[in-house]
């Protein structure tokens, strides 16, 4: 199996692509000014005490505060309020963890109003993003999490991942490790750390321990006035998506964009030496997602309704509490030996794809899937030990049930961030709704309307015109095309590129640098 990641950097997001054998199985989007990611730390202030239910809101500098309940506030609880007491200030030097005083753990039945009380500056790391009309989960058990390792400030126990079986590897690394870290600080050894090497641990122990002491750094010269301060952000968004992503058996990382480029090999060069020549800085001009067909991918398979197998279809709908799926068999023509086979035969095809959608669309939460009804018990039970075993290629956390009497399949899946809804339907761009338009035969003349007041209005002699790929192949068509007439007449620098994430009518102009030149009037009707 060849895997390859493709990363879209825009103005206003970063897209990141996981194809596997060209296929697309995982697609992750941020906006590159979002300041609520799932591993920032944040020096925030209690605002409400709800005793019911034994937690508390917290402001973090969302426009809807923080949830947090007393078992967030973790065992260290007091250790980090004794911590922020002593340096939160800035007016002493910090001493290392390991000399400083031993507080009580907190008491795991106690309660939230004689813990904490409004006001109260508390350290917090966000575990969950603001999702629908919640605000963020967030926990008092801060961690930094690397490639291999996850390093807890004021513990000080070593714990190995269970999906590492080999006890003389376990052992190893365990002996290894508590001798490599500082006084004062807990490790959890993650699975990729599996036959790693003395000096790549050591790497990235030196590396989280240099993040605490920026973390501390920020603690002190915070502002006491403000009621929220990020003191640790999570690395540069590109490199905190790729790091869970990352494998060393990537063929290829693609990159449209020169400092993330750089960001990524420097990273990659750092955790895995060995791969730094699969970062490759992607300069075609075609947009980085037509050029390997993420774009129709997304557009066939992110709707509401997924075809597959021979015709087969299954619907997805979203709603705040659970996602709920239902399996079609379409216009499949039925099976020979009968019924039962067919509705078999479009299950299994069904649980492929399904696993695929939870991982491309990053569904979590309660999944409900409704399958065609199987009479036979072995049928049922091979749909379920596929679905197990589809499963197994997802690293988040889930649980899968049998199917029940109804036909039922419930599933679990760790939620950390929105699911991706990405809407594929295109709004026209041309009628406004109205149902009706200029003649389509006139868009040319607009554009060439348009190009003809960048190159002489404007000045502008370089820029790339992008359209739906069937215009492009209007314009370009003919030895003496009308693209070939724009650049005798406007300029040799005007380029004419496909586009497929524009609608039939849609366009864009781009210049030399990549930004977007508006050119829409107010009230643009084509």
């Known amino acids: 199996m060849t895997s390859e990641v493709i990363v879209d950097v825009q103005k206003n997001d ?23 990611a799932v591993g920032n730390i944040y020096l925030a202030r209690v605002r409400k005490i709800m005793p019911g239910l034994n937690a508390c809101f917290v402001n973090v500098g969302h426009e809807r505060d923080a949830f947090l309940h007393y078992l967030d506030l973790g065992v260290r609880y007091r250790q980090y309020e004794h911590f922020l007491s002593l340096y939160s200030d800035g007016k002493r030097k910090p001493l290392p963890l390991h000399k400083l005083p031993k507080q009580e753990n907190t008491e795991k039945d106690g309660q939230i109003q004689h813990t904490v009380k409004p006001g109260d500056e508390v350290l917090v790391q966000i575990v969950k993003e603001p999702i629908s009309t919640k605000g963020p989960r967030i926990t008092c058990e801060i961690t930094f999490a690397g490639r291999f390792l996850v390093l807890i400030p004021f513990a000080d126990k070593v714990n190995v991942s269970n999906k590492i079986k080999s006890d003389a590897e376990r ?8 001798r490599l870290k500082p006084k004062g600080f807990g490790v959890i050894i993650r699975t990729v750390a599996e036959g790693k090497r003395e000096a790549e ?21 915070h502002n006491p006035q403000d009621k929220a301060t990020l003191v640790y952000e999570e690395t540069s968004r590109t490199v905190g998506l790729l790091r869970d992503l990352f494998n060393p058996s990537f063929e290829a990382i693609h ?15 750092l955790i895995a030496p060995e791969c730094k020549n699969v970062v490759k800085h992607y300069q075609g001009k075609l947009p980085i997602f037509d050029n390997f067909s993420v774009t129709k991918q997304m557009k066939s398979s992110l709707g509401r309704t997924v075809t597959y197998k021979h015709g087969a279809y299954m619907y997805i709908e979203h709603t705040e509490a659970m996602h ?27 649980a492929d794809e399904l696993a695929r959608q939870l991982r491309l669309r990053d569904m979590g939460g309660i999944i409900v899937v409704d399958f065609i009804d199987m009479q036979q018990p072995e049928s049922r039970q091979a749909l379920y030990e596929r ?26 899946r ?12 295109e709004t026209c761009p041309s009628c406004g709704g109205t149902g009706t338009i200029k003649a389509s035969i006139l868009f040319v ?82």
């Open 414 to 425: 760790q939620r950390v961030r929105p699911a991706m809804d990405i809407k594929v339907e």
């Open 445 to 526: 003349d607009i554009l060439e309307g348009k190009i003809r007041r960048m190159s002489q209005d404007m000045g502008l002699k370089s820029f790339r015109l992008h359209v739906h790929p069937f215009v492009e192949a209007y314009v370009k068509r003919g030895l003496f095309s009308i693209a070939r007439r724009w650049k005798v007449h406007y300029g040799m620098g005007i380029s004419v590129i496909p586009d497929q994430s524009l609608p039939f009518l849609g366009y864009k102009f781009v210049d030399k640098k990549g930004m977007e030149i508006d050119m829409r009037e107010e009230h643009e009707n084509l």
């Open 255 to 269: 990159v449209n964009d020169e400092q993330v480029f750089n960001e990524v090999k420097e990273y990659v060069s």
């Open 324 to 350: 709920v799926v239902d399996i079609n068999s379409g216009n499949r023509s039925k099976a020979v030996e009968g019924q039962e086979v067919n509705a078999l035969d479009v299950n299994l095809a069904s």
């Open 201 to 221: 641990l050591q790497q990235e122990i030196e590396l989280l321990v240099h993040r605490w002491e920026e973390t501390v750094a920020r603690i002190q010269n």
């Open 171 to 178: 052992a190893r690394l365990k002996q290894l490790v508590h």
């Open 14 to 36: 970063i897209s990141i692509a996981l194809l596997e054998d060209g296929k697309l199985v995982e697609f992750q989007q941020e906006g590159r000014t979002e300041q609520y």
């Open 387 to 412: 679905m197990v075993e589809n499963m197994k290629k997802d690293r988040a956390k889930h649980n899968i049930l049998p199917l029940s009497k109804f036909g039922l399949m419930q599933i679990t």
